[in-house]
Antibody, heavy 119, light 107 residues
Framework: QVQLQESGPGLVKPSETLSLTCTVS????????WTWIRQPPGRGLEWIGF???????NYNPSLKSRVTISVDTSKNQFSLKLSSVTAADTAVYYC?????????????WGKGTTVTVSS | DIQMTQSPSSLSASIGDRVTITCRAS??????LNWYQQKPGKAPKLLIY???ILQTGVPSRFSGSGSGTDFTLTISSLQSEDFATYYC?????????FGQGAKLEIK
């Protein structure tokens, strides 16, 4: 059974770069779309972007200038970098797996990690 | 971006009730509509994909229907574990977007 686990700092200073990693266990990282989603406190879900196992990416235009998603297939991990963060980037960040880009849906999720942007 | 609008945003119901949540897309998305359940402090859980296909392990009291712009999630007989927030999500085009959520509470 595939499991995902987010890791990274829980506190990031304004203007710095948020960096998170998602480790995939119990299955291969190949042939799936690996996704980052976030949820600000008390609010709804926002799709940040995905990376396919081959390395192709697609980002939310609202964040595109600040987002980089990368994959390390040798470690079965993928990562998120979000630059120039502000308080508005405070959220629970989830990594998730999507089986296809035809009707894109997330069938496996990590538990989420809380990131707070504050000095 | 495709806007997803859910109604109602919140509702109260009793154990055993039949409940329906609707989701409307700002443009046609075929059947590329997915439903998730989220409980407090937990990650969302996929319930239904492609508008009507039940994810493995999800109880059969959950069902989905619709195509084009209008979709529904129905819970045929509410159980205590169903009280949660439900989100629809369009998987038709990027950026993939979610509804604002429908919070289902105990009456």
């Amino acid at each position: 059974q595939v499991q995902l686990q987010e890791s990274g700092p829980g506190l990031v200073k304004p203007s710095e770069t948020l960096s998170l990693t998602c480790t995939v266990s119990g299955g291969s990282i190949s042939y799936y779309y690996w996704t980052w989603i976030r949820q600000p406190p008390g609010r709804g879900l926002e799709w940040i972007g995905f990376i396919y196992s081959s390395g192709s990416t697609n980002y939310n235009p609202s964040l595109k200038s600040r987002v980089t998603i990368s994959v390390d297939t040798s470690k079965n991990q993928f990562s998120l970098k979000l630059s120039s963060v502000t308080a508005a980037d405070t959220a629970v960040y989830y990594c998730a797996r999507a089986p296809s880009d035809v009707n894109y849906y997330m069938d496996v999720w990590g538990k989420g990690t809380t990131v707070t942007v504050s000095s | 971006d495709i806007q997803m609008t859910q109604s109602p945003s919140s509702l109260s119901a009793s154990i055993g009730d039949r409940v329906t949540i609707t989701c409307r897309a700002s443009q046609s998305i075929s059947n590329y509509l997915n439903w998730y359940q989220q409980k407090p402090g937990k990650a969302p859980k996929l319930l239904i994909y492609a508008a009507s296909i039940l994810q493995t392990g999800v109880p059969s009291r959950f069902s989905g229907s619709g195509s084009g712009t209008d979709f529904t999630l129905t819970i045929s007989s509410l159980q205590s574990e169903d009280f949660a927030t439900y989100y629809c999500q369009q998987g038709y085009s990027t950026p993939y977007t979610f509804g604002q959520g429908a919070k289902l509470e105990i009456k």
